[in-house]
């Protein structure tokens, strides 16, 4: 774990941070790494939820193992969002323009809306959502804001990486790039087949249980 936390901070600064030379943080790289462990716990999360209900391991995986993995998520996802802050506000306090036009730049125009939704993806939603014992302990919800920290994670990525190459554009691709094109499907298809697959089961396990009750 001490090794994974090394490793993937100095890849931080060495891959993303170096990306604008003229802009420094000692902490960037541990908020880096925090993330990277937030999207595990979240990963595991999402797969427990999907093996329990493909393998029938439900007296193997219980709620109770749930709701220790949700309180993870909730908790780690503070402690993301604890770590932004404890970045943002030196910067902001001391108002140096050496350090101020990094952030800035990630929280103007044409980058505003994507770093709200990262905002709300990675923190406001799960801390709303996995508040209570219930979401958390039921696979559906717990796979549902699994899915939206994942994805928070994601955005995350590509708002600490693109302004640094095309400040200008929010997506960046080269034109008829047909190639790019097919990705870019599949990606939102295999999402929205994510989506439908856990919705779908979550649907046969409830009716299971509706005819149980009769």
């Known amino acids: 774990m001490l090794l994974f936390a090394i490793v993937f901070t100095l890849l931080a600064w060495d891959w993303v941070m170096s990306l604008t030379p003229d802009w420094t943080s000692t902490l960037f790289g541990w908020w880096f790494f925090m993330g990277a462990f937030l999207s595990g716990i979240a990963m595991t999360a999402f797969l427990a939820t999907r093996v329990r209900s493909g393998m029938k391991l439900e007296s193997y995986l219980t709620p109770l193992h749930f709701w220790d993995v949700g309180k993870l998520i909730f908790a780690f996802s503070i402690f993301w969002v604890y770590e932004f802050w404890s970045q943002y506000l030196p910067i902001w306090y001391a108002n140096l323009p050496d350090e101020t036009w990094w952030v800035f730049l990630r929280f103007e125009e044409p980058w505003r809306a994507l770093g709200m939704t990262v905002f709300t993806f990675v923190f406001l939603l799960p801390f709303v959502g996995l508040m209570n014992m219930a979401t958390k ?20 990525r590509h708002v600490l990486v693109m302004p640094s190459l095309e400040p200008d554009k929010v997506w960046v691709r080269p034109a008829g790039d047909r190639h790019h094109d097919r990705i870019s499907r599949r990606v939102r298809l295999g999402g929205a087949g994510i989506h439908d697959q856990v919705s779908d089961r979550e649907g046969r396990r409830r009716l299971r249980r509706g005819g149980h009750g009769h």
Do not use: C, D
């Not at 804001?145 to 995350?156: A, D, Q, R």
């Open 137 to 156: 302990k039921s696979p559906f919800w717990l796979a549902l804001f699994s899915l939206i920290v994942l994805s928070g994670m994601w955005l995350e």
